[in-house]
């Protein structure tokens, strides 16, 4: 065997320098994999909080609408409710009044409340042939000449505002 001259030495020596540097290299490179991959989770995590971020604005908001909705649909509910007595009472006083000048008067008056209280939301319900539904009615009483759960008989109107019960009729029902 020969000796080994001086270029094959240094090759020989390289060779731990080499596999160094490539396990320094790979060390390396793993460690860049590996923050590449930290930083596009982060910004996968940060597109999620964002998106729901904005979807819990969205929903806040549409609520806050419904809601600004609602109050201003059913603002008026305690004032039109206390109306109704001022109906009723209207009601009364064309059942008894016997002058055909006074009888006009009051119905005219009694018409044009019921048209303010209409264009407002405010609607009569419980009329006589009208199914029976307890939402809208209460039933006070059976009345014998009507049919199963048909309005015979209404004894005092209901009214709703905007299909929300404001008062209940009072009616009879067949059995």
Not at 48 to 57: D, F, L, P, V
Not at 77 to 103: C, G, H, P, W, Y
Not at 105 to 117: A, P, Q, W, Y
Request: net charge negative.
């Amino acid at each position: 065997m020969s000796e080994p001259t001086p270029n094959e030495t240094v090759s020989t020596q390289n060779e731990p320098l080499e596999l160094n540097e490539q396990t320094t290299e790979e060390s390396q490179l793993q460690k860049l994999i590996s923050t590449i991959e930290k930083l596009e989770q982060d910004v996968k995590d940060a597109k999620e909080s964002a998106a729901r971020a904005n979807a819990e604005s969205y929903n806040a908001q549409r609520r806050m609408e419904q809601e600004t909705d609602k109050a201003k649909k059913f603002a008026l509910q305690k004032f039109a409710k206390e109306l109704l007595d001022v109906v009723d009472n209207l009601e009364r006083a064309i059942a008894s009044i016997t002058d055909d000048a006074a009888k006009e008067g009051v119905e005219l008056t009694h018409k044009s409340l019921l048209g303010v209280l209409e264009k407002n939301g405010v609607v009569a319900v419980g009329q006589v042939g009208d199914p029976f539904n307890p939402d809208i009615h209460e039933a006070v009483g059976i009345f014998p000449d009507a049919e199963k759960d048909v309005i015979g008989q209404v004894l005092q109107k209901g009214y709703t505002l905007n299909e929300r019960t404001l008062r209940p009729a009072m009616v009879m029902v067949g059995a």
